[in-house]
């Protein structure tokens, strides 16, 4: 087995951890690490996906047998707009612990119940 499939596989086991700790946590912050950890699990499979050995960067005169730079491009900006998700994540995490003090899921909810009782 070469390592390009040993990561593809590695990246689906990490991202169903990932996805198993969306489910089971009661913690907000939990949550989001979970999310995290599946942004970077896709981005480490299309990594894995696209690997080819012997490949060259495209520069210089020699273009003979060089990598296709658009997935690299497209890795690049998924990475960015995961920083971003988690930023905002976290920004509403925030705004969210001042108004209840509290940073589970159950307590949310409780909240949002006792909100639309009133």
Do not use: C
């Amino acid at each position: 087995m070469d390592i390009a499939r040993i990561v593809e596989i590695s990246s689906i086991l990490v991202f169903f951890i990932g996805f198993y700790g969306i489910i089971t946590s009661k913690n907000i912050i939990k949550s989001i690490a979970a999310i995290t950890i599946m942004q970077m699990a896709v981005i480490v499979f299309f990594l894995g996906f696209g690997f080819v050995e012997n490949m060259t960067p495209p520069i210089g005169q020699n273009l003979e047998n060089v990598a296709d730079p658009l997935p690299q491009a497209l890795v690049l900006t998924a990475i960015i707009i995961g920083i971003t998700v988690t930023a905002v994540n976290l920004t509403m995490l925030i705004s969210l612990s001042h108004q209840i003090k509290k940073t589970d899921w159950d307590s949310v909810e409780d909240d949002s119940s006792r909100g639309r009782a009133k």
